[in-house]
């Protein structure tokens, strides 16, 4: 019997059978491929199977306790500030050390797990790249598995990529920006990899095999000493965050290596995890580096929060912004909380990407990126986002010309004034209005990002903006919002509800995209698929939770026994 697991399929001693070498109760239903077998090796699932099997429990009762949670939003409820952790807010406690490595996180920048990504991103300037298995990847079998393998190679130094197109080979430069890893969220499931008969967790499936290949190299090539380093996404509650903190707890025995040595950053992306910051960071505290304003996700966040309260209605994505009361609070609070626990408080994400041929809307676009960088730097905030390497070095003079060479402001910039922020502040309606342009946006915006998510990508430049899965989730709920309360489209003077253009719209702008794109492409891409995938979530009775949880089901592919052709 070789490693065939839960297939039961016994192969002639004589042959040869391309089949992944598994642990007992683990089934692996991608493609095989050989290079994948070295990531999906049996010591390194086994310690996936393992993880999964201690904390799949707590999961699935955090999941529940969201559904709870979601059951009184849509009852009237408001989220806020729990009593019974008080003494955590109030209490005088710090987080570790932040380990010399990533004291200095001025600009970072994000992307996904792609090989040339990769090199360029940790070649780029920045002082930390974030490869992302998150929403900016398309989470398919192959996309999972080469992404592992791109990182296994980035931290051995090892990593090239040959561009035949343009006839040059890509490499490392000998300075490049630290690591950071972010897993997928708790909610995905990982359909291609069953543990004792379900799908694998997601994240647990990236961190397993991410942490089991690279935990020794990485100290020595990369942490100083620490690390593996980690971005934690869409949590809830701190109970979800002590799960985390557990998995790094087993993950740092497994391994052998001292307790705290893998650290983390939280974004802070969701609406009750605004009220949950302290005791986020209280549960991780041996492993914290800080809080990050997820800031477009925080958005999709108030939406699905308040989904059954008509007075909650957001203006067109573009006008909620950072100096909207709600958002500012946020981040005002977020900087507090981390500098007074000794870790980062990162901003958030400038999504502008150059115009090459557009010389003054590309120096407009700067402007609004210098603009948001000197409101982030001047709050406190000790690191912001870039989504293209083009804007590193815009955001790098503006961060320095406030710091300095400090490499942080944990120590300067204390902002006791925001220990005033109530429950009230981080609530605030937003304030705007609603056009036909911005329904119009969310439509096309939401369409071409899913049909490019389909195909294998989660990072598509769209209108001069990288688009990620949390910009299409805004767009997605805010047209289900407006439709299922009937707005009216009130910011130009056309005063139609949505409810009787929205059917138009969408044929207006599918043929806009196909314009656009070109017929050949229109044709070859999944623009209808996605529509129809689209236009469903807008228009359904009850709120999806997430647009990528029922996509997904459009890209997972099971493979049966790639038995050789010689059998």
Not at 12 to 34: H, L, M, T
Not at 66 to 92: C, Q, S, V
Request: a neutral charge; glycine letters at 8%; charged letters at 25%.
């Amino acid at each position: 019997m070789i490693g065939l697991g839960s297939y039961g399929y016994t192969a002639p001693s004589s042959k040869k059978i391309n089949a992944y070498d598994v642990p007992q109760g683990v089934d692996i239903r991608g493609r095989f491929d050989e290079e994948f077998a070295k990531i999906l090796t049996k010591d390194a699932l086994q310690f996936v199977a393992d993880l999964q099997r201690e904390f799949r429990n707590h999961i699935k009762y955090a999941m529940e306790c969201r559904k709870e949670a979601k059951r009184r939003y849509n009852e009237g409820a408001l989220p806020g500030f729990d009593p019974a952790t008080r003494y955590i807010r109030e209490g005088k406690w710090t987080c570790a050390p932040v380990p010399p490595a990533v004291a200095d996180r001025r600009v970072e920048i994000t992307g996904p797990v792609e090989r040339k990504m990769i090199i360029n991103a940790l070649n780029s300037g920045a002082k930390v790249f974030m490869a992302d298995f998150e929403d900016a990847l398309s989470p398919s079998w192959e996309n999972l598995m080469r992404g592992q393998i791109n990182l296994k190679d980035a931290v051995e130094g090892t990593i090239t990529f040959n561009d035949k197109a343009r006839n040059r080979v890509y490499k490392l430069n000998n300075e490049i920006a630290r690591l950071f890893v972010r897993p997928r969220g708790w909610h995905l499931p990982e359909a291609h990899i069953f543990i004792d008969g379900e799908p694998a967790t997601g994240c647990l499936v990236d961190f397993g095999l991410y942490f089991y290949h690279n935990y020794a190299n990485f100290g020595n090539t990369q942490g100083q000493g620490f690390g593996p380093f980690f971005y934690l996404p869409k949590m809830e509650n701190s109970r979800e965050a002590k799960i985390w903190n557990s998995v790094f707890d087993k993950a740092e025995k497994m391994a052998g290596i001292e307790k705290g040595s893998i650290r983390a950053t939280v974004l802070i992306e969701t609406l009750p995890a605004v009220f949950q910051m302290d005791e986020i960071l209280y549960e991780l505290r041996d492993h914290s580096v800080g809080l990050n304003c997820g800031r477009w996700d925080y958005i999709f966040s108030y939406v699905k929060t308040f989904q059954g309260h008509p007075d909650r209605l957001l203006p067109d994505r573009g006008q909620v912004g950072m100096t909207q009361h709600f958002m500012r609070s946020y981040s005002d609070l977020l900087i507090r909380t981390c500098h007074r626990r000794g870790v980062h408080a990162m901003g958030g994400m400038a999504a502008q990407i150059p115009i090459r041929d557009d010389p003054t809307a590309n120096e407009a676009a700067f402007e609004l990126v210098r603009k948001d960088k000197q409101r982030e730097v001047k709050a406190g905030h000790d690191g912001t986002w870039a989504a293209h390497p083009g804007l590193i070095k815009t955001c790098m003079e503006v961060f320095t010309n406030t710091m300095g060479n400090s490499p942080n402001q944990i120590e300067t910039v204390k902002r006791d004034d925001a220990s005033n922020l109530t429950e009230d502040d981080l609530l605030q309606r937003p304030r705007g209005v609603r056009t036909m342009e911005g329904l119009r946006l969310n439509t096309r915006v939401g369409i071409q990002y899913l049909a490019a998510w389909l195909t294998g990508s989660g990072s598509v430049p769209l209108y001069n903006l990288m688009e990620d899965a949390a910009t299409a989730e805004i767009s997605r709920v805010q047209i289900w919002q407006w439709l299922k309360y009937g707005v009216e489209l009130d910011g130009d003077g056309l005063g139609v509800r949505v409810n009787h253009v929205f059917g138009r719209v969408v044929e207006e702008e599918m043929a806009r995209i196909e314009r656009e794109v070109g017929k050949e492409k229109f044709k070859k891409g999944m623009y209808k698929e996605a529509c129809k995938i689209f236009t469903r979530q807008c228009t359904a009775s009850t709120l999806d939770e997430f647009l990528t949880l029922d996509a997904y089901n459009y890209i997972v592919i099971h493979h049966p026994k790639d038995v050789s052709s010689k059998l």
